[in-house]
Nanobody, 123 residues
Framework: QVDLVESGGGLVQAGGSLRLSCAPS????????MGWFRQAPGKEREFLAR???????TYADSVKGRFTISRGDALNTVYLQMNGLETEDTAVYYC?????????????????WGQGTQVTVSS
């Protein structure tokens, strides 16, 4: 079951930009926070950014200053603007939402997930 749907991934050259979008697949819920994670082959799922229902944002050091998370006008819609992409940013990117108490910075803190979108950065 897919709760969220990501879009906007693709192939881009190093230094380029992409904007990822995330929206609910149809399920209705109220999110305390929404986040973006990524997972590269052979690595654990990594926290990137999160935004709370009040609009507070936090970023991982690896993307701070390059990525920006924002909310859309529609309920539980979130974006990730990625600038200055590097080859190390290549991964599957996941959107997540939390409607229960949990840790915003760990995957197990979220109870709704998308199926992911591939981002590939070429040199």
């Amino acid at each position: 079951q897919v709760d969220l749907v990501e879009s906007g991934g693709g192939l881009v050259q190093a230094g380029g930009s992409l904007r990822l979008s995330c929206a609910p697949s149809g399920r209705t819920f109220s999110a305390y926070a929404m986040g973006w994670f990524r997972q590269a082959p052979g690595k654990e799922r990594e926290f990137l950014a999160r935004i709370t229902w009040r609009g507070a944002t936090t970023y991982a050091d690896s993307v701070k200053g390059r990525f920006t998370i924002s909310r859309g006008d529609a309920l539980n819609t979130v974006y990730l603007q990625m600038n200055g992409l590097e080859t190390e940013d290549t991964a599957v990117y996941y959107c997540a939402a939390r409607s229960v108490a949990g840790d915003d910075f760990r995957p197990n803190g979220y109870n709704y997930w998308g199926q992911g979108t591939q981002v590939t950065v070429s040199s």
